[in-house]
């Protein structure tokens, strides 16, 4: 069982930055392929990101491919999103998520892959 806390969303201008991040804690961090998902209201969950137990592994959605960078920290079990030059579309409710790197990196870009969820954050981003 993993739990997942994630926190740093708010309110920002476009152009600005954020940075998520995601406690994990529970059973061993380092064996779980992590990522993130958005959910705009009356829009369906979509994948951001995610990236490989080992941290050497990163895929990106192409909406934000170049403006956001997945980052692991296993020491600290914790995940991390990096958003810079944020758009008004980048505003929704932004989950982490993980599993226990039972498929290759690139192939978790669907929620059913993911075991374990958190309780998200919003990002709203103000033109």
């Known amino acids: 069982q993993v739990q997942l806390v994630e926190s740093g969303g708010g309110l920002v201008q476009a152009g600005g930055s954020l940075r998520l991040s995601c406690a994990a804690s529970?059973?061993?961090?380092?064996?779980?392929?992590m990522g993130w998902f958005r959910q705009a209201p009356g829009k369906e969950r979509e994948f951001v990101a995610a990236?490989?137990?080992?941290?050497?592994?990163?895929n990106y959605a192409d909406s934000v491919k170049g403006r956001y960078t997945i980052s692991r920290d296993n020491a600290k079990n914790t995940v991390y999103l990096q958003m810079n030059s944020l758009k008004p579309e980048d505003t929704a409710v932004y989950y982490c998520?993980?599993?226990?790197?039972?498929?290759?990196?690139?192939?978790?870009?669907?929620?059913?892959?993911?075991?374990?969820w958190g309780q998200g954050t919003q990002v709203t981003v103000s033109s």
């Open positions: 998520a993980a599993d226990e790197s039972t498929f290759y990196y690139r192939d978790y870009t669907e929620p059913a892959r993911y075991d374990y």
């Open positions: 529970g059973r061993t961090f380092s064996i779980y392929t």
């Open positions: 990236i490989s137990w080992s941290g050497s592994g990163t």
